[in-house]
């Protein structure tokens, strides 16, 4: 049977820190939430360490029982405790805590293929959406700037709709995203209003995409972009969010890949 947690367990005040970016950094693990992302992240082979669950949500969940079966440790909570441990204004009921693995950035390049590097992004809906936008379209991984949001937030995993657990993450700085390019003789194409027409382009069998920050665009990035991209736009608007931006060239990308 699952072991019970009251609010002031040390257990639920350690997955409580898992909110935080500082807290992630420090035990190298993050939480995510709900039995749609949990179902996503054993298909994506996630190793879950542990789960935090109301009765209801325990009862309910088949994923919950394949992995107390396979020894996952299960923890009750009532529902003012999964509260506490939510970032959501309702809370599921299932609270889920997993180890932060991250790609190093050396070897990105190696295997054929578009890399998607976000620029320093900052918004984490942005981030999370280009998550998606990178599986769906065949991305090999992703690059978050070191100075950008963290790819492990609430809401960028919640955002990915899952394609955190699948899609490889690296976070690194220009040089070194810069040097694993070169090593692999890869090309880094960056969205940029100025740029040369991006239905123009084909994309070589090794490159990196980078989608700039939502309001100060490449900014350091630019310097290690071989080439600037724009997406071409028929109406009066000023410009595309990142998110829109980015998955229009992601997708651009997937039909002309060389």
């Given at each position: ?25 420090e035990q ?146 220009t040089a ?11 090309v880094l ?70």
């Amino acid at each position: 049977m699952p072991s019970r947690l009251g609010a002031h367990a040390e257990r639920i005040g350690e997955v409580r820190d898992l909110l935080t970016v500082r807290g992630r950094r420090e035990q190298q693990r993050f939480a995510f939430e709900g039995a749609t992302l949990l179902d996503e992240a054993l298909r994506g082979g996630v190793a879950v360490e542990s789960i935090y669950a109301t009765e209801a949500s325990y009862e309910a969940s088949p994923a919950i029982g394949a992995l107390e079966r396979d020894g996952t440790q299960i923890y009750l909570v009532d529902e003012r405790t999964a509260a506490k441990i939510s970032d959501l204004q309702t809370p599921t009921g299932i609270v889920a805590v997993a180890p932060i693995l991250l790609a190093p950035a050396q070897g990105l390049f190696e295997a054929p293929g578009l890399v998607l590097i976000l620029a320093d992004l900052n918004d984490p809906g942005n981030a999370g959406t280009l998550l998606r936008s990178a599986e769906a379209f065949g991305a090999t991984a992703a690059v978050f700037g070191r100075f950008g949001v963290d790819p492990h937030h609430p809401k960028v995993v919640r955002g990915s709709m899952g394609a955190t657990f699948r899609l490889p993450l690296c976070v690194a700085e220009t040089a070194e995203v810069s040097a694993a390019a070169r090593a692999a003789g890869a090309v880094l194409w960056g969205l940029d209003a100025s740029g040369e027409p991006l239905q123009h382009q084909h994309f070589p069998a090794r490159a990196g995409l980078v989608v700039g920050h939502e309001r100060r665009g490449l900014g350091a990035w630019e310097d290690v972009c071989d080439r600037r991209l724009a997406i071409q736009m028929r109406g009066s608007g000023e410009s595309l969010n990142a998110a829109v931006a980015g998955s229009i060239a992601l997708y651009a990308a997937s039909l002309t890949t060389e």
